[in-house]
């Protein structure tokens, strides 16, 4: 399952996609699946250029939500607060 990171952005309400990936960046949950484009293949020659492709624009990215699903369930657990309390309820008859 993937979700766009702009719809990421809107459901967390962040103000914009740069402050989204931040914050994912920061948890180490950024990871999109679509990060650098794919250069199409040349007919005539063989080997890749020595120039890099620009990444994705934020916009366009794709968040990977199962590779990201343990680091989430992990940080997730940093804050999971149990209240146990132990009441007795008093019977009288």
Same mark, same amino acid.
């Given at each position: 399952?993937?979700?766009?990171?702009?719809?990421? &952005? &809107?459901?967390?309400?962040?103000?914009?996609?740069?402050?989204?990936?931040?914050?994912?960046?920061?948890?180490?949950?950024?990871?999109?699946?679509?990060?650098?484009? &794919?250069?199409?293949?040349?007919?005539?020659?063989?080997?890749?250029?020595?120039?890099?492709?620009?990444?994705?624009?934020?916009?366009?990215?794709?968040?990977?939500?199962?590779?990201?699903?343990?680091?989430?369930?992990?940080?997730?657990?940093?804050?999971?607060?149990?209240?146990?309390?132990?009441?007795?309820?008093?019977?009288?008859?």
């Amino acid at each position: 399952m993937s979700l766009a990171l702009p719809h990421l &952005t &809107t459901i967390l309400a962040f103000d914009s996609d740069q402050e989204a990936d931040d914050f994912l960046t920061a948890h180490n949950a950024a990871i999109y699946t679509n990060v650098q484009p &794919t250069l199409p293949p040349s007919s005539d020659n063989h080997w890749r250029p020595i120039v890099k492709a620009k990444p994705v624009p934020l916009h366009e990215r794709v968040w990977d939500c199962r590779k990201a699903h343990p680091i989430c369930a992990a940080g997730i657990q940093k804050y999971r607060v149990v209240d146990l309390k132990g009441q007795v309820d008093k019977v009288t008859g």
